[in-house]
């Protein structure tokens, strides 16, 4: 089981950039799968993007894609995402989510909602035009 609690959201100008950061505790976080999700006020969650257990593969929403970057230090158990060329539309509630424990021969990454199972509790991005 993880825990997680993200960080880095506030308000930022259309083109600005920003970087949000989850932090895992618990127990080999390099065995789970992760992924960053965004609710805006109104709408459904979203799938914003997706990282495997080791990092070397990512996917990405097609509106973030060109935009946004994941990363993930397996050694500090933590995940991040650069978001670049904010805009307005990015405003939302940004949620990290994990999937696993997995296999230490999976590297899959998934950007299906219902197949993770531990969720932060949002940190609030607001883009301004």
């Known amino acids: 089981q993880v825990q997680l609690v993200e960080s880095g959201g506030g308000l930022v100008q259309a083109g600005d950039s920003l970087r949000l950061s989850c932090a895992a505790s618990?127990?080999?976080?390099?065995?789970?799968?992760m992924g960053w999700f965004r609710q805006a006020p109104g709408k459904e969650r979203e799938f914003v993007g997706a990282?495997?257990?080791?990092?070397?593969?990512?996917s990405y929403a097609p509106s973030v894609k060109g935009r946004f970057t994941i990363s993930r230090d397996n050694a500090k158990n933590t995940v991040d995402l650069q978001m670049n060329s904010l805009k307005p539309e990015d405003t939302a509630v940004y949620y990290c989510?994990?999937?696993?424990?997995?296999?230490?021969?999976?590297?899959?990454?998934?950007?299906?909602?219902?197949?993770?199972?531990?969720w932060g509790q949002g940190t609030q991005v607001t883009v301004s035009s």
């Open positions: 989510a994990a999937d696993g424990p997995k296999p230490t021969y999976s590297d899959g990454i998934t950007s299906r909602e219902t197949e993770y199972d531990y």
């Open positions: 618990g127990r080999a976080f390099s065995t789970y799968r």
């Open positions: 990282i495997s257990t080791s990092g070397g593969r990512t």
